[in-house]
């Protein structure tokens, strides 16, 4: 007779194969047992590959890399992991991984990983801000807030001064503008400007463009995130750079985090970072100077308005509330690609309105504020480990706040006025959490 699991069993399976997710579950010794069609999109690899092989084998990362070790190791979920790394075909991919520990009846029993694909994703974001076939100057750059005015005054001082200069930020932030700005703002105008996108380099490319610069008296070099280029390259580059010599070349580079963070997990030479940091310049997210965002869209708008002859005017006031309870992780870059989608699209219309925000944007809004507390965790039961109150106050809030702004997509009038608040008291509270205070 027939029991419950096996008449759900072929709707598991449809399920698992059918999931927009990649999903990849090992055994207690790394052994696959479930690597469904998302998943070999993503890695570009089939199960028949994997039999009989630890995920160690198949993919260069070491243990502490590995989330699906790390939970094996642990049994403690491990949540919103970005994870970059290399199959065995050479192919780099980028995916935000939650894995847990699976149990059966008599204990743990291995884990399951769980993969959103951001590869694509992370490679279009790592695009340049565009420059419109503009030249770019120091007033091209929004900087309406105290912190970027601050780097506009630092970056025209390491212009006047030449010396190597390295711009550290988040990916999305504007570097490339800012080196832009600074060979347009220097006594290098007019000379050539090079810029080498690293994560795209060979030994090859490094040669040749090294060589090219060797015969210019005058220029400007821009390295763009070292950080990502491998740390044999980065070698390579360091001593074609030093063997160029200093004359009278501006060198400017890139990365995308905390230079000595980099220096630490291996992702930056400390010998490149000495090279180009006379000067560093840090560039902050865009969720720390908000008051950049409005001048960004209102400057894009009036771009598309004088090159299309659209007559979009603005933002409707709900959508200018999502935007501003937003936390943008793709910062400027992120606005760019959003807005270009919305106004490809827009033929009479004078207002962007919510019915215009693409799905997918909508989607990250709502994940933004999805809880990562669960009901049950506020339910107090004998033997449960008590915490402090302040604790549970706060988790309590964020888990609330959570759900009443996914219900309205972000919408903080609309979240407010069902809280019986005022939207800027909910705004101050929502600040709080995004600050984790």
């Known amino acids: 007779m027939a029991t419950q699991n096996d008449t759900l069993w072929p709707f598991y399976k449809f399920a698992v194969e059918h999931a927009a997710l990649g999903i990849h579950a090992v055994d207690m010794n790394g052994r696959t047992v479930i690597y469904n069609e998302k998943m070999k999109q993503i890695e570009g690899l089939d199960l028949d590959e994997l039999t009989d092989r630890s995920v160690l084998d198949m993919f260069r990362f070491g243990q502490e890399e590995s989330t699906l070790m790390k939970v094996i190791r642990s049994g403690e979920p491990v949540r919103n992991v970005k994870q970059t790394y290399w199959n065995r075909n050479g192919q780099e991919i980028t995916t935000v991984n939650d894995t847990y520990p699976v149990f059966g009846p008599e204990g743990m029993i291995g884990a399951v990983e769980l993969a959103r694909d951001v590869t694509a994703l992370e490679k279009f974001v790592h695009q340049p801000l565009r420059t419109y076939d503009e030249t770019i100057t120091f007033a ?12 506009i005054a630092t970056a025209k001082k390491a212009a006047d ?106 992702s930056l030479l400390k ?5 180009f940091s006379s000067i560093t310049i840090y560039i902050p997210p865009l969720r720390k100077r908000m008051d950049d965002l409005w001048p960004f869209i209102d400057e894009f708008l009036e771009r598309h308005r004088q090159r299309f002859g659209s007559a979009v005017k603005g933002l409707s006031p709900a959508v200018r509330e999502t935007f501003d309870s937003y936390t943008w992780p793709g910062n400027l870059k992120e606005v760019e690609l959003l807005l270009e989608e919305i106004t490809s699209l827009l033929t009479t219309e004078t207002e962007i309105t919510q019915d215009l925000l693409p799905h997918h944007f909508k989607l990250k809004v709502q994940e933004e504020f999805s809880p990562a507390k669960r009901p049950q965790d506020f339910v107090l039961s004998e033997g449960q480990e008590f915490m402090p109150l302040d604790t549970y ?16 997509e972000g919408n903080v009038t609309k979240a407010a006025q069902a809280l019986g608040m005022s939207r800027q008291n909910l705004q101050y509270h929502l600040k709080k959490i995004r600050n984790g205070q």
Do not use: W
Not at 140 to 151: F, L, N, P, Q, Y
């Open 161 to 266: 001064a030449q010396l190597p200069v390295l711009l550290a930020g988040e990916t999305g932030t504007g570097k490339d503008l800012l080196a832009g700005a600074m060979h347009n703002g220097s006594s290098h105008a007019g000379s050539p400007y090079y810029t080498l996108f690293c994560p795209g380099l060979d030994s090859a490319d490094i040669h040749r463009t090294m060589k090219a610069i060797s015969k210019e008296e005058t220029c400007t070099v821009f390295c763009d995130r070292l950080d990502l280029m491998p740390l044999k390259l980065q070698e390579e580059l360091l001593r074609e750079l030093e063997a160029l010599g200093e004359d009278s070349r501006q060198y400017i580079a890139s990365i995308g985090g905390d230079a000595f963070d980099l220096i630490a997990n291996g």
């Open 140 to 151: 091209s750059i929004t900087a309406e807030s105290d912190a970027m005015k601050s780097v």
């Open 393 to 408: 106050l706060r988790e309590a809030e964020e888990y609330y706040l959570s759900k009443v702004m996914n219900v309205f």
């Open 271 to 275: 010998g490149l970072y000495y090279f």
